[in-house]
């Protein structure tokens, strides 16, 4: 049975969702599942604004076909090549042998590296500005470089004020049924995996996102139709804002994010004693994880989120503790910038996790590390507890 959701009287979601899925991209885990968003324009012309992943790809194409209902489909709209949206490219030219598919020079470059052999018999290439009509509606592409993938592109329909987003704009998480942002709790259930999609995925791109969201400025828009999460009809400020803050780097909230890696509990201690002087000091907003049992993907979105981060960390073989390095490595590779970080390391008879973690944060931009590193031998002595208040002091100024 079929299962789609009318977007506008004549657009329809024909997408489907993923509970089963582990990780993302085999990366991020993802409790909540993920949708992979594919929508119909009914018109004088038929339209399909990209497919799906190929997990869901029968439901995926018995949607497709019930919204046509035994009209053709006209065009393929590819805005994005990553295969959880282009897996459906060839069972949807083999269903419909006449169907244009529509992309820019570097989608028809990938359509030919991913499905070798395979070739539509109508092809459209369109770049900046070209337009398309389907009768009543009106598509207008606008290129999108590295947001997140150098082909990418959206697609603004006119008469409806719609942008078709890609993946810009997406959150993982499957749709329960509900489609609309204001059919669902955004800020209680889906604002994380909204900062977690983001940092992980696009959060590298900053200055991409900046370049589309000055493009999307110029545009009148409804509704945003992003190809992964909630369709966005009624709060699209809140969104705009979000990813403004996010795609310049700049912290959404004032408070204190702790990341430690500890081997046998002494370096923990530590960083249970730095929180509870936070805490002593004023500051309420603290959030504490163990870089050994947290995945780096939830550690990088509260990096974006908070202004100041503390990491803790054991000197492992002469280097820096496995886990810790993860997460440092993760912050340079997608451009977290404008914190303030202060480090603690341990080390029994040469502590060197310090040394190492101050490397990795000098070549990140705009970083103001916490003087002096703190430096314990085997565990964090009473002895050192003025030096633990003045080292907190300098974090909360």
């Known amino acids: 049975m079929h299962c789609t959701r009318k977007v506008t009287d004549g657009i329809h979601w024909v997408g489907a969702n993923d509970r089963r899925i582990a990780k993302f991209e085999n990366m991020f885990p993802v409790p909540r599942g993920v949708s992979y968003n594919s929508y119909v324009i009914l018109d004088e012309k038929t339209a399909l604004m990209d497919t799906a992943d190929s997990s869901v790809a029968e439901r995926f194409m018995e949607n497709v076909e019930a919204v046509l209902d035994g009209r053709t489909l006209d065009y393929l709209v590819v805005q994005h090549m990553e295969p959880d949206h282009c897996a459906n490219i060839v069972a949807i030219i083999e269903k419909y042998p006449e169907v244009t598919v529509v992309g820019n020079a570097k989608t028809m470059q990938m359509i030919g590296q991913f499905y070798s052999g395979t070739k539509a018999e109508n092809t459209l290439l369109v770049k900046e500005g070209d337009k398309l009509s389907l009768g009543e509606h009106e598509l207008n592409f606008v290129t999108a470089p590295m947001v997140h993938w150098p082909e990418v592109m959206v697609t603004y329909e006119s008469k409806e004020k719609i942008l078709f987003s890609a993946d810009a704009f997406g959150t993982f998480g499957a749709l329960n049924g509900t489609l609309f942002d204001d059919e669902i709790f955004f800020d209680a259930v889906w604002m994380e995996d909204a900062r977690r999609y983001y940092t992980n995925i696009v959060g590298k791109y900053g200055p991409q996102v900046q370049a589309l969201l000055k493009k999307a400025a110029g545009l009148d828009i409804a509704m945003i139709c992003p190809l992964h999460g909630p369709v966005w009809r009624n709060d699209l400020e809140l969104l705009l804002e979000k990813y403004d803050q996010w795609s310049r780097y700049e912290a959404e909230e004032d408070g204190v994010l702790i990341v430690y890696g500890s081997m046998y509990g002494n370096t923990e201690n530590a960083a249970e004693v730095l929180a509870a002087e936070i ?16 995945d780096c993907s939830y550690l990088i979105a509260e990096a974006f989120r908070y202004n100041r981060i503390v990491v803790a960390a054991p000197t492992y073989n002469a280097g820096l503790f496995a886990p810790i390095e993860h997460f440092l490595n993760d912050m340079k590779a997608l451009n977290v910038q404008n914190k303030k970080i202060a480090l603690l390391e341990n080390g029994t008879w040469a502590p060197m996790a310090g040394k190492h973690m101050r490397a990795i944060v000098e070549s990140m931009k ?29 974090l909360l100024k």
């Open 366 to 394: 705009n970083m103001e590390i916490v003087e002096p590193v703190i430096s314990i031998k085997s565990a964090l002595q009473p002895a050192q507890m003025e030096d633990v208040r003045t080292f907190v002091g300098e």
């Open 279 to 294: 805490a002593e000091q004023g500051m309420k907003n603290i959030k504490m994880y163990d870089a050994s049992v947290t």
